[in-house]
């Protein structure tokens, strides 16, 4: 129910306009462990099914998901003794990237394609911030994160 002069749609068209103002940054969803290579600045591509266009700096999302069977693959890079060890952060921003580049063949050890996103430069955030991740690249308000 709504009260004098005010109509549900002009209030929701009103959010919708001010969302849409809002700043925002690009990000990608991740399984763990990948995530958290991409942001500690070990893992230097991500596989993908899909090609993109996109160049530029984004977030990396912690994927609900975690790759158990790839953690045991992984432990001496995460800096682990053993599998158990492992206590990843999902549903959350973890930190950035910049893809610089789509290819369809690279010398990185982590290339599996069909397709493969180059990334630089990436750094981990100093907090995780609790986010729901979506499927592609997906847009993040600019306030959630600080240091963007």
């Known amino acids: 129910m709504t009260g004098p002069g005010i109509e549900g749609p002009e209030i929701e068209s009103d ?3 001010r969302q849409m ?3 925002t940054f690009p990000a ?4 763990q462990p990948w995530a958290d290579l991409i942001v500690n600045g070990i893992k230097d591509i991500e596989n993908r099914a899909w090609p993109t266009d996109f160049r530029g700096r984004l977030l990396i999302h912690a994927a609900m998901t975690v790759e158990w069977e790839d953690v045991r693959e992984v432990c001496d ?4 003794a053993a599998p158990e060890d492992y206590q990843p952060v999902a549903g959350a921003l973890l930190g950035w990237t910049e893809i610089v580049d ?3 063949s690279h010398p990185s050890r982590f290339f599996h394609g069909p397709y493969g996103f180059v990334l630089r430069n990436s750094q981990r955030l100093a907090l995780p911030v609790p986010w729901r991740g979506q499927r592609g690249i997906f847009q993040v ?3 959630v994160v600080e240091g963007g």
């Open 141 to 143: 308000p600019a306030g």
């Open 28 to 31: 990608l969803s991740v399984r």
């Open 21 to 23: 103002d809002e700043p």
């Open 102 to 104: 789509c290819v369809k």
């Open 15 to 17: 959010l919708e306009e």
């Open 77 to 80: 890079l995460l800096g682990l």
